[in-house]
């Protein structure tokens, strides 16, 4: 890890001699030296990566070099911001000199740097001769890095349901009976990366229990419980009002859950419950229900389950038999696409059979054993691997002592990793347990903090494409699981960490001085940040407020991405973390909050997110040169200074308004200095004829997501004729924020032309054309996969012309898209069609489905249709539908598909095949 720490720091003065030029012209050629020192370093320590088991003077002198390897860039960061404070270089010059006439500051980076390199040299004289090997375990090549990222990584996310087919049955047993007493609950028991979770999950996605239940929720515990938090999550999933119970003190919350459930035969999951005594807090403020209503927990502590419920038998999960081991193992370490149906060549088998033997039959350790292994291809790598774990990480295992097994295989998971790799799996760390993940943010935080090297940035291949790649590879390594897909069905969205491996980053975190978490306990509310404490910092608060103070001038990221509203960080006193990189930042005391000028200061940050409600920028915004992402968010009002585009090193604005998106009138004005063709995402700034004059928008030559809104009818050809032209456009939203006036369906044509395009929102009223052949739906592009149509008003029915859409898999029709009373799906229409989204279309009445439409439909959803008044008879045709919701509609409707009193619904026949159902704020309304 030490040499990913140092080719951090070589990466970094590289980027600053780039970025920097102007205040390091001077010093330039100390600071090549220094780069050139490190270098050699960083090859020698890529070498010492790969062999863990070194003694203990050796790993201190690594250490040594990783410490100053953190100095030499805490130097150089120092003097660019002493330059930049000071007016630039000229500034400098002005106000010091020493008594060699140099500028003082010139003069005081040359010693520092001296001082480094003198240091690196007297650590390299102890250390065996610099050597640069070809590549083994656990290295890899810039090259070789670019070779992987120009193919194509697909896995298919898969639960590894090996033998769980009796514990399926066991659990469902239990789950199906009737039992008449309150809080009946059904435990799974085993050790960490048994398969718990998994075969609890599987068992709540079931047919029968979906059918069985009239609502279910599923919360994660886990060591921390924070009961407020548990009840108003569960409320969440059995009524979706969030906005209306965030507010609720926790009596209140107990009595609305009550309301809630009372009526209701449900379904609670607890997923890695630790306590017997949380369980007896949360107990009292769920009711008895109808008969049959039932908890399912998962815990490792078999006492918890046996105080819990004493009529029903624990579930113990038993560990894999050697031959369930070896196929779990197999499916991993030999996936189809590599060689055919899991096939294992014979002279690998014994190897892998001795290997799999050490996990114990645990599914994490095999599936993280088979994930390493699948990433090597000769017999030589594997004998390397199989000679770790017997005579290195795993020496002394004892059958009784499983956690040690695993400890070990996950210890080797992670020294294998590339050391370009190393960095990105430990900063996944300071996310708190069971959090899922953005890919976006992750990729944008790993670009920030310089974990992906601008060095590989090319024309072709961007930094954030090189992060996807990375963190496919610590997928398909098995360190990272897939949550949720996004619109494609093929790339990540959300991501998370098992316990015990995360249990395994926050202590290599730990070990090398890489990120640390604060956690305060709940009896104190400040916490003092100081020098001593690592550069990277995540802050775990409880649902109370936090204070920071101190100073930490060394601080590089304050990452506090949980509950970050009640952490109190007062920006005036930024000039205590004058080099942070990263920063998170929510008020929610104040309504009008000014951001202090002394936020431009911090001419290091990268990365920056702040939510309020009324937010007002200062001018100083613009001296934030360094600046990659800004997030704002914000409830009333946006002010922005006229200085925004002046940061060319920009590569996401997102600006988002809480609730509607009639706020768009807050977006960005454009202004025609600003020539970068760093920004891939732009959302949202106004269409005028400065972004139009001398074709403007084409200098955004890496845009992938664009929200534009439109003033002007006449502005909209223009602006997509040079669209056609931006290639890398992926995600284009549109508004048209015209008053009384409709935009026109012909001037959508060139729509059509936007071959690139497979994500597009149009929002604002869509004038049709008399003629039926200019209909909207006829100009959209035809590699559309995402579609939301929004205020449209469209009066003929778009559903003829959106089924032949061939690629499309998510089509969201909502706030009156569509103004007619009749809706037909007809035979052999969408054929892709995964998800269908429709929301306040207040004069539907009627909608057909045609046997044979919508083949691969998974999830339909209404809200607020009121006037449908019966659901289709093609519903039951879609044998592929797994969940339908039902909010704010006809009670009439909704009786007519439900069970009550073992009596069915005159239209229950239609819905009988969907797995889930869920029935939400039934609407009566009088004929």
């Not at 291809?377 to 770790?388: I, T, Y």
Request: proline share 4%; net charge positive.
């Amino acid at each position: 890890m030490a040499g990913a720490i140092v080719s951090l720091a070589v990466e970094r003065i590289s980027d600053l001699l780039i970025h920097e030029a102007v205040f390091l012209k001077d010093v330039k050629d100390q600071v090549e030296s220094l780069k050139a020192e490190l270098k050699r370093m960083e090859c020698f320590l890529k070498d010492a990566d790969r062999n863990p088991d070194q003694d203990e003077r050796f790993c201190n002198r690594v250490s040594e070099i990783r410490d100053l390897a953190y100095d030499a860039e805490d130097v150089i960061d120092s003097f660019i911001l002493e330059c930049a404070h000071q007016g630039g270089f000229q500034g400098i010059v002005k106000r010091f000199t020493s008594i060699f006439t140099k500028p003082f500051h010139l003069h005081k980076i040359g010693v520092q740097v001296k001082v480094i390199q003198i240091k690196l040299k007297n650590i390299s004289k102890s250390l065996p001769a610099y050597e640069i090997s070809g590549e083994g375990e656990g290295s890899s090549s810039i090259s070789r890095v670019q070779q992987r990222l120009r193919r194509t990584f697909s896995h298919v996310e898969e639960e590894d349901v090996i033998s769980l087919g009796v514990s399926i049955k066991d659990v469902l047993a239990q789950l199906m009976t009737e039992d008449d007493r309150p809080h009946a609950v059904v435990s799974i028991v085993g050790m960490g990366g048994i398969g718990k979770t998994t075969l609890a999950r599987t068992v709540y996605k079931h047919i029968y229990v979906r059918r069985h239940f009239d609502c279910l929720a599923w919360v994660s515990i886990s060591q921390q419980c924070k009961p407020r938090e548990v009840l108003l999550d569960v409320l969440m999933k059995v009524q979706h009002e969030r906005a209306s119970i965030d507010n609720l003190n926790e009596n209140q919350l107990v009595k609305r859950l009550s309301n809630v459930l009372k009526e209701k035969q449900y379904l609670i999951v607890f997923d890695d419950i630790w306590r017997s005594e949380d369980w007896d807090i949360l107990k009292p403020a769920f009711p008895r229900g109808k008969k049959g209503s039932k908890f399912l927990f998962t815990t490792r502590n078999k006492n918890v389950a046996i105080v819990a419920d004493p009529c029903n038998s624990p579930i113990e999960l038993p560990f894999l038999t050697d031959d369930e081991s070896w196929k779990l193992f197999r499916s991993k370490a030999f996936p189809r696409n590599k060689i055919g149906s899991h096939a294992c060549l014979e002279e690998f088998e014994k190897f892998g059979r001795q290997m799999v033997k050490k996990c114990g039959g645990l599914p994490l350790a095999i599936v993280v054993l088979g994930g390493l292994l699948a990433t090597k291809h000769s017999l030589v790598q594997w004998e390397m691997v199989h000679r770790n774990i017997f005579n290195g990480h795993l020496r002394g295992f004892q059958h009784d002592h499983q956690y040690d097994a695993v400890h070990g295989i996950l210890a080797l998971s992670y020294n294998d990793l590339p050391y370009h790799l190393k960095p990105c799996f430990l900063y996944l760390s300071h996310y708190p347990e069971d959090w899922e993940i953005s890919k976006k943010e992750l990729i944008q935080l790993w670009i920030a903090e310089g974990f992906i090297p601008p060095s590989l940035e090319s024309t072709e291949i961007l930094m954030e494409d090189i992060g996807e790649q990375f963190l496919e590879e610590l997928i398909n390594r098995s360190l990272v699981q897939v949550v949720k897909r996004d619109y494609t069905g093929i790339n990540v969205k959300t991501c998370r960490m098992h316990d015990l491996l995360r249990d395994l980053c926050i202590e290599k975190a730990r070990e090398e001085k890489f990120l640390e978490i604060i956690q305060p306990p709940l009896t104190e509310f400040n916490v003092t940040l100081e020098k001593f404490m690592l550069r990277r910092i995540a802050i775990h608060p409880s649902k109370r407020h936090v204070s920071l103070k101190g100073e930490h001038l060394k601080l590089r990221s304050l990452l506090l991405f949980q509950n970050a509203e009640l952490i109190k960080l007062h920006i005036s006193e930024c000039k205590n973390f004058k080099f942070l990189r990263v920063l998170n930042l929510v008020r929610r005391d104040v309504d009008k909050w000014h951001v202090s000028s002394e936020i431009g200061n911090l001419h290091h940050l990268r990365y920056l997110k702040m939510q309020g409600n009324q937010i007002i920028l200062p001018h100083t915004i613009g001296q934030l040169k360094s600046l990659h992402t800004l997030y704002l968010q914000w409830g009333s009002k946006l002010v922005i200074p006229n200085v925004l585009f002046k940061l060319e090193r920009l590569r996401h604005i997102l600006l988002y308004a809480r609730g509607s998106k009639s706020w768009m009138k807050e977006a960005l004005q454009w202004r025609s200095r600003f020539c970068s063709n760093n920004v891939q995402t732009l959302k949202y700034i106004v269409v005028d004829r400065k972004l139009i004059e001398n074709n403007m928008v084409l200098r955004l030559t890496n845009i992938q997501r664009l929200g534009l809104v439109f003033n002007r009818r006449k502005d909209v050809k223009p602006i997509l004729m040079l669209l056609i032209k931006l290639h890398r456009l992926r995600s284009l939203y549109m508004e048209f924020y015209l008053g009384p006036i409709a935009i026109s369906s012909s001037d959508l044509e060139l729509l059509s032309q936007c071959h690139h395009l497979s994500k597009l929102e149009l929002r604002g009223e869509i004038k049709e054309d008399l003629c039926p052949s200019h209909h909207v739906s006829k100009f959209l592009p035809p590699n559309i996969v995402k579609l939301t149509l929004c205020s449209s008003k469209m009066i003929h029915d778009p559903m003829g012309v959106l089924k032949k859409l061939p690629c499309l898999r998510i089509l969201r029709l909502r706030d009156n898209a569509y103004v007619g009373a009749k809706m037909v799906c007809s035979i052999h229409g969408f054929p892709q069609l995964d998800s269908l989204e429709m929301i306040s279309l207040r004069k539907l009445k009627e909608w057909e489905i045609e046997e044979g439409a919508m083949p691969r439909l998974r999830s339909l959803y209404f809200n607020d249709i009121y006037n449908l008044k019966m659901i289709p008879e093609g519903l039951r045709y879609i044998t592929t539908l797994q969940e339908l919701k039902l909010t704010d509609m006809r009670r009439s409707l909704e009786e007519k598909i439900q069970v009550k009193n073992g009596t069915k619904g005159e239209d229950f026949y239609k819905v009988r095949h969907i797995p889930s159902i869920q029935i939400r704020n039934s609407l009566f309304v009088r004929h």
